[in-house]
């Protein structure tokens, strides 16, 4: 098992910048690909980013790609979702999720979400 904790969400104004984290607690971290997804209001949940296990390849959104960046401490426990640029279009419940496998769409773990609100 492993338990998933987000933090840092809040109000940001639209070309600010934002840093989430995701504490992970449980079995190796260092063994799980770490995600981020977002849901927005009356949409489905999206990928934003997530860094595989082997190596930490990374990979983007298109949406996203070139603002925000996806770093993984392994000795914290914790992955992070760097946000630069931040667009109203941002505005989601932003989400952490740990898969067992660095490959496919589904994940084993998730987070309870963190609100983040980007103003224009």
């Known amino acids: 098992q492993v338990q998933l904790v987000e933090s840092g969400g809040g109000l940001v104004q639209a070309g600010g910048s934002l840093r989430l984290s995701c504490a992970a607690s449980g079995r190796t971290f260092s063994g799980y690909r770490m995600g981020w997804f977002r849901q927005a209001p009356g949409k489905e949940r999206e990928f934003v980013a997530h860094?595989?296990?082997?190596?930490?390849?990374?990979y983007y959104a298109d949406s996203v790609k070139g603002r925000f960046t996806i770093p993984r401490d392994n000795a914290k426990n914790t992955v992070y979702l760097q946000m630069n640029s931040l667009k109203s279009e941002d505005t989601a419940v932003y989400y952490c999720a740990a898969s067992n496998s660095d490959y496919g769409a589904d994940y084993n773990y998730w987070g309870q979400g963190t609100q983040v609100t980007v103003s224009s």
């Open positions: 860094i595989r296990r082997s190596g930490g390849r990374t």
